[in-house]
């Protein structure tokens, strides 16, 4: 199993920046993909970028261009900086891990983007 667990979140103007952290409780090279998901208020869960074992990414529209998604393979930790924070924005921020034993998920934090 896996243990995935965020930290980051919190509250910030529009057009500001945060960097949420997601560390995994084992190595990350033997997860196939992480990723991050959101889920606003009264919406359903949506992804927001992924990355692959190997490095390669994606994104939602729309964040792209906006949000990086990125990997610290020594501290079993992917990230997910954010700049020109949108009010759209605010949501629940969840962590997850896809293995061959199984997909994780993290308990999540908070973002929220005053305009």
């Known amino acids: 199993q896996v243990q995935v667990v965020e930290s980051g979140g919190g509250l910030v103007q529009a057009g500001g920046s945060l960097r949420l952290s997601c560390a995994a409780s084992?190595?990350?090279?033997?997860?196939?993909?992480m990723a991050w998901y959101r889920q606003a208020p009264g919406k359903q869960r949506e992804l927001v970028a992924t990355i692959t074992s190997p490095g390669r990414t994606n994104y939602a529209d729309s964040v792209k261009g906006r949000f990086t998604i990125s990997r610290d393979n020594a501290k079993n930790t992917v990230y997910l900086q954010m700049n020109s924070l949108k009010p759209e924005d605010t949501a629940v921020y969840y962590c997850n891990a896809r293995a061959l034993d199984g997909v994780f998920w993290g308990q999540g934090t908070q973002v929220i983007v005053s305009s």
């Open positions: 084992r190595t990350i090279f033997s997860i196939d993909v």
